[in-house]
């Protein structure tokens, strides 16, 4: 089936399978690996990628269900060699260990961010709570996405 | 497997009336079912798109839910909200956001988990199901659309257009619980929501229902009536969680034994009722 859609900006079109899954799409159709598949569940979303501005598992999405949509990778973040403030903030305060889990909580965070730009302790809490993380226990992850917050706040 | 994105419900009800169809709004049942080889559709008929099955209204004094409208859209809805806070309020606790952002309430009723958290609000608020087939469509009270686990009385052929509870619960009290493994993404071990009415210290209205004890979310009608009337005495809390106990019959899984779930649900009644007793009334 031919599917169209808009990835970090750029228009593409290709032939898929109608089986095929959002996540495999991105990484294996397109060759962008960043988003990573944990559980292929929903459960620990590190495949989250924005659909329409949304964060969604994309483990549990077909292609074809994202064929005329906007799609965000975490590829789609930086500004050519400059990385997102999110991206920064997450590297500066040392929220990134294996660094598995990051690009799903850096897509997360940044749905997050884009819909409520200066979040309570609860609202950023809320706002990951689907994004599981092996490594951090949180803390820092929580620093970084504080940081983030206020850096993207000052530079409005 | 053939995926066909139906764009209003004359092109729904065509690929319905094909063997092997099967309908996906959200997917995050379907999709981890058919990866799961629980669900082999030769036909995926994706229903996200169809205008008729979207939207939150308030309409001959029913709050009125697309079958289409995302989780997250019905939690943040003013009208929700005011109308029905109970229904926002387990939501926040349905998935996560990611959850959300794709899965319905529609496809939550129809997947018919014993554990399906949507589920237990709209017993609560007594919702009724619109069910359109080829012939004819008709509003199905939820108690009676349950009929076992992962099972409804939806025919092959009929899809789901909205969901309906009457408003006028404004200003009851809720409450709701649900214990699993885990604070987000949790399948409920055993769940328990209620609203209720009190007036002068006693309980005017309450309704209860209850998930994960029973093949289906049910409610609990007789000990309703049982309590109805009942002054909010300290008395009642263990009363109360005597009757709920021996009201429902658990099974044991993988998940819990018998005796943990029966034991949970008392508690949780019995906090419930605590804590409206120490409010002040
Ligand atoms: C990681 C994870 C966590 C979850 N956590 C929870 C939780 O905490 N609590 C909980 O209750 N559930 C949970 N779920 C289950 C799931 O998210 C919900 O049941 C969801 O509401 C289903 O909606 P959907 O639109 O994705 O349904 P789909 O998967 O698209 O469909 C589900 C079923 O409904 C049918 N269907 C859908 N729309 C219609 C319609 N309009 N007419 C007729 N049939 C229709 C489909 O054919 C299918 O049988 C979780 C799932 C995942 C993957
Ligand atoms: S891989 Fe998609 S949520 Fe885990
Ligand atoms: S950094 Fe390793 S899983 Fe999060």
Known sequence: ?????????????????????????????????????????????????????KAVNSCLVLAMQADGSVIITVEGLADGQALHPIQEAYVEVGAVQCGFCTPGFIMATYALLQDTPDPSEEEILAGLEGNLCRCTGYSKILDAVKLAARRMRESR | MRYQRVINESELLDGLSQPGSLIVCGGTDVIVKMRAGMLQPTLLLDVTQIESLHGIQVDEGHLEIGAATLESDIMHSPLVNQHAPLLALVLRQLGSVQIRNRGTLAGNIVNASPAADGAIPLLLYEAEVQVVGPAQEQWVRLESFFTGPGKTTLSSGEFVRALRMPIGTDGFRTFFHKVGKRNALTIAIASLG????????????????????????????????????????????????????????????????????????????????????????
């Open chain 1, 1 to 53: 089936m031919r599917i169209q859609c808009t990835v970090n900006g750029k228009s593409v079109e290709r032939d898929i399978s109608p089986d095929l899954r959002l996540l495999d799409f991105i990484r294996e159709t397109l060759q962008l690996t960043g988003t990573k598949e944990g559980c292929g569940e929903g459960e620990c979303g590190a495949c989250t990628v924005l659909l329409d501005g």
């Open chain 2, 194 to 281: 209620l609203l209720l009415n009190i007036e002068q210290g006693a309980i005017q209205e309450i309704r209860i229902a209850v998930g994960s004890v029973a093949p289906t979310p049910r409610r609990l009608r007789k000990i309703e009536s049982q309590l109805t009337g009942r002054a909010l005495d300290a008395a009642l809390p263990l009363e109360a969680r005597d009757l709920i106990t021996g009201a429902i019959a658990p099974i044991s899984d993988i998940r819990a034994t018998a005796a943990y779930r029966r034991n949970v649900i008392g508690d949780l009644f019995a906090r419930a009722l605590r804590s409206h007793l120490t409010q002040p009334l």
